[in-house]
């Protein structure tokens, strides 16, 4: 089973408010065991409401404090701390674990509790993690920690154990695109204004070490490093691009004219109603809405923004609005990943996070593996009792898997294009076409193809619900004949429903079997429904 496919267990909570103001419902969305619908309806009382609201006074850069649930989550942010507020150990160890703690039993009881360790029962038998993730409908629930979540005293939070991928996400989007497989980093890293008035209810903040952020970002993707008999690492090809405080036109111009799989915005941010806001330069910013627009047409895969409040919601009179955060905007219009700040972050904790964030990512981590490496980063060196670790939301599309990377085991070598091997050299060139969509056209690399549904994981994707994830791969093979050495492709099927090729006036169906492919030969994948295709030896 490749990486990418470790098993997931979604949920959602939404308010039920026929019932009453503090009644919510949790239900699971996807499991990765087959299952009916499975729902528990639970009262937010007091007591949590008191602890959150504790948490706050001792952590929240931003206070949200009153004495009841709504009006307490509906109060607009106002500054309480800066990073430098260090708070009494003991007490603050003991108030970070008790709201994680509440936090984890408010959501995991019952039927949903069930269906957890049965997920993580499955996942540790395929030994891979879980990806948990988490669709809030409840716009007042989004400003609380999740991250923090713990099982038990003594037990990791829920964004650092090991055998779980902890992320957000909402399941109210269009599906996702087909995107195209990444097999090298491609960051445009944005800079944006160092000096910005904050609004009056937030305490300014210092100019921002951009170009050191931006030199430790650069760094630690393109820094190769070596193991114990000096081989490099597997590390991918990393390319970073760097604008300086653009205008949107700037911005827009570079995002269009260049391939990026990373988008990296580094400076001042604030929540809005539109999506929140970025500032560029002086007089001059772009909010989540208008950015969505350039970045799903660009297929960028990963939104970085190391900027206040981009997973923070928007308040009008008082009232949280829904889906209004700069994270939150950017997965409805389509972005696969997002990870953005909850509340404001120092620098020198910003740039330890996103030093080890993007080294992960450049030793081919998952984007919720490579979070959670982070995030630990964090807690090792500023402790469990600092709100620091807690800053960093990750919002994941819940379509994508959450590879930014092809896994090493999947790359398929290829020959150099220079390469004088005797193996290049006696490759004949093919392709495979599509009898009805002319259009559709696969050139096999260097001989070989992989072919299947999924787009990230093949070289040839056809889109049909009878093809499986790895159906076959089409590969040519020197074979002797009459004392001579032969180029000859074959396809070697690896399928559920198995291969159909068209001989003698019908067709026969190959199924886990190995077979030679001569040119024009027409073939159908999975059904003798589907799409005929024809294969093609050029010379």
């Known amino acids: 089973m490749p990486v990418s496919e470790s098993p997931c267990l979604n949920l959602a909570i939404a308010?039920?408010?026929t019932i009453g103001n503090e009644t919510f419902a949790i239900w699971v969305v996807q499991?990765?065991?087959?299952?009916?619908?499975i729902l528990h309806d639970c009262f937010w009382s007091s007591e949590l409401t008191q602890v959150w609201q504790a948490w706050q006074e001792m952590f929240a850069y931003d206070q949200l404090i009153d004495g009841s649930f709504d009006s307490f989550l509906e109060t607009p942010p106002q500054q309480l701390a800066n990073s430098t507020y260090e708070p009494n150990q003991t007490h603050s160890s003991r108030l970070m674990q008790s709201l994680g703690i509440k936090l984890w039993n408010w959501l995991f009881q019952g039927p949903i509790l069930n269906t957890l360790e049965r997920s993580i029962g499955i996942a540790s038998g395929?030994?891979?993690p879980l990806r948990l993730r988490l669709d809030i409908r409840d716009p007042k629930l989004i400003t609380l920690p999740w991250e923090i979540m713990q099982a038990q005293p003594g037990k990791a939070a829920i964004s650092l154990a090991q055998h779980l991928l902890f992320s957000r996400t909402t399941n109210d989007v269009e599906s996702l695109a087909s995107l195209p497989v990444s097999q090298s980093l491609n960051v445009l890293l944005v800079l944006g204004q160092k000096n910005i008035d904050l609004p009056k209810s937030k305490v300014a903040s210092p100019p921002l070490r951009l170009e050191e952020e931006a030199e430790v970002l650069t760094q630690a993707l393109t820094s190769y490093r070596y193991d114990a008999v000096g081989n490099a690492a597997t590390t991918v090809k990393c390319q970073v691009d760097t604008l300086l405080q653009p205008t949107p036109e700037q911005l827009i111009s570079q995002l269009e004219n260049k391939s990026y799989n990373v988008f990296f915005y580094a400076g001042h941010g604030e929540s809005a109603p539109d999506g929140g806001k970025i500032f560029l330069r002086s007089n001059r910013s772009i909010s989540g809405t208008e950015l969505a627009q350039?970045?799903?047409?660009c297929q960028v895969k990963l939104c970085v923004f190391n900027s206040c409040w981009g997973a923070w919601p928007a308040f009008v009179q008082k009232n949280t609005l829904q889906n209004s955060?700069?994270?939150?905007v950017l997965i409805h219009h389509g972005v696969p990943a997002v990870l953005a700040?909850?509340?404001q972050i120092g620098d020198e904790e910003a740039l330890k996070f996103i030093q080890v964030f993007a080294q992960a990512l450049a030793t081919r981590q998952s984007i919720d593996r490579a979070v959670a490496i982070a995030r630990q980063q964090l807690l090792t060196i500023y402790r469990f009792n600092f709100p620091?670790?807690?800053?960093?939301i990750l919002y994941l599309h819940p379509e994508f898997d959450g590879e930014l990377i092809r896994p090493v085991q999947e790359e398929v070598t290829q020959l150099p294009e220079n390469s004088l091997s005797e193996i290049r050299q006696r490759t004949l060139k093919a392709t495979l076409r599509s009898l009805s969509v002319p259009k559709k056209v696969w050139s096999l690399q260097a001989g070989f193809a992989l072919l299947g549904r999924v787009n990230d994981h093949n070289d040839i994707a056809i889109d049909?619900?009878?093809i499986s994830k790895q159906h076959a791969k089409i590969f040519c093979r020197n074979e002797k004949r009459d004392g001579k050495t032969v180029p000859t492709y074959f396809i070697s099927d690896n399928s559920r429903f198995g291969t159909f090729i068209f001989e003698l006036d019908e067709w026969r169906k190959v199924h886990l079997q190995e077979v030679p492919l001569h040119s024009g030969v027409q073939l159908k994948f999975g059904s003798s429904q589907g799409e005929t295709f024809e294969f093609i030896v050029e010379g």
Request: proline share 9%; charged share 25%.
């Open 15 to 17: 308010r039920l408010s």
């Open 31 to 37: 499991t990765p065991y087959l299952a009916g619908a």
């Open 126 to 128: 395929k030994n891979k």
């Open 294 to 297: 350039v970045l799903t047409r």
């Open 325 to 328: 955060s700069l994270a939150e």
């Open 341 to 343: 700040m909850r509340d």
């Open 388 to 392: 620091t670790w807690t800053l960093p």
């Open 464 to 466: 049909e619900p009878w």
